[in-house]
């Protein structure tokens, strides 16, 4: 940010998709998350709230599509967004559904290849 100075700089709500309590993961690794990750996903259901501090995958795709209606208005040439994954997975499936409901994306989503770390998503 130093180098460049006058690159103008927001925050915009695209953090992770955080869809577990986070109270309930303290302490647990990834391997003992697993099963209810799976049973997250198995439940199909976008509306679902896990717990305190959680949030349904409706709720993702609504800051999704805000990000996307942001993106759409800017009259930059350039932009430059970092995200997480799971983000960019739900403005992926948001810009190319035609007109599925939240379960039917929600589906779609998990299908999706996975991103990997630093990689670049181009959004035309």
Same mark, same amino acid.
């Given at each position: 940010?130093?180098? !460049?100075?006058?690159?103008? =700089?927001?925050?915009?709500?695209?953090?992770? !998709?955080?869809?577990?309590?986070?109270?309930?993961?303290?302490?647990?690794?990834?391997?003992?998350?697993?099963?209810?990750?799976?049973?997250?996903?198995? =439940?199909?259901?976008?509306?679902?709230?896990?717990?305190?501090?959680?949030?349904?995958?409706?709720?993702?795709?609504?800051?999704?599509?805000?990000?996307?209606? =942001?993106?759409?208005? %800017? /009259?930059?040439? !350039?932009?430059? %967004?970092?995200?997480?994954?799971?983000?960019?997975?739900? %403005?992926?499936?948001?810009?190319?559904? /035609?007109?599925?409901?939240?379960?039917?994306? %929600?589906?779609?989503?998990?299908?999706?290849?996975? !991103?990997?770390?630093?990689?670049?998503? /181009?959004?035309?």
């Amino acid at each position: 940010m130093e180098r !460049f100075p006058n690159v103008r =700089r927001e925050v915009w709500n695209v953090e992770e !998709f955080t869809y577990l309590s986070p109270e309930t993961c303290i302490g647990t690794t990834a391997a003992e998350r697993k099963e209810r990750v799976n049973e997250y996903w198995e =439940r199909l259901d976008p509306d679902y709230i896990d717990g305190e501090g959680a949030e349904s995958f409706t709720m993702l795709l609504s800051r999704a599509q805000t990000a996307i209606e =942001r993106l759409s208005q %800017m /009259k930059s040439g !350039f932009i430059v %967004m970092f995200t997480h994954a799971q983000f960019m997975r739900a %403005m992926w499936v948001l810009n190319n559904s /035609k007109g599925e409901d939240s379960k039917s994306l %929600m589906n779609c989503f998990r299908e999706l290849p996975r !991103f990997e770390n630093c990689e670049i998503m /181009k959004w035309e």
